[in-house]
């Protein structure tokens, strides 16, 4: 029971992604293979990563990665920001214009979430909370998330 609920509702998150992607292709707005999505969420999720922190969660060969990560620029979704302590080092960043295309998820994201403060009474949404925080960061320990960058997934109030 649990099972099905939790799949159900991953599953509604990600078909309201995947139809508006879809929509924005009807009217040629989107410029993103699926892979190259994918990639995007990753790099989002990572937190600014290198190029190797990027090829070496994906599994892929930092070559692999590289090019992946140039076509994305090539296209203004994504950039190379240099270090400052290392100056041989770079952070790949997502550019406003992929924040643009990403928010077409995550407003849906605040949608619900309203909609959970609205239904649900202060102390079950701060137990939900709290479930959750448990839930991402103890009972999946395969899928770090940098903690500065993690809370672009929180809605905006």
């Known amino acids: 029971m649990l099972e099905q609920a939790f799949a159900d509702v991953y599953s509604k998150f990600k078909l309201h992604f995947y139809q508006k992607v879809f929509s924005r292709f009807q009217s ?5 293979t699926t892979v190259e999505t994918f990639c995007m969420e990753i790099i989002q999720a990572l937190g600014k990563p290198t190029i190797n922190e990027f090829a070496s969660f994906v599994q892929i060969s930092p070559p692999n990665a590289a090019y992946k990560v140039n076509s994305l620029i090539k296209k203004g979704y994504l950039k190379k920001v240099q270090s400052e302590n290392d100056r041989r080092e770079y952070f790949l960043v997502v550019t406003q214009k992929y924040e643009d295309y990403y928010n077409i998820s995550y407003s849906y994201l605040s949608t619900v979430m309203s909609r959970i403060k609205d239904r649900f009474s202060p102390e079950d949404v701060a137990k939900i909370e709290e479930m959750l925080t448990i839930i991402s960061d103890e009972l999946m ?5 940098k903690s500065p960058n993690a809370s ?3 809605p905006e109030a």
């Open 141 to 145: 320990p395969e899928i770090p998330l």
């Open 152 to 154: 672009h997934y929180a």
């Open 28 to 32: 040629r707005e989107a410029s993103l």
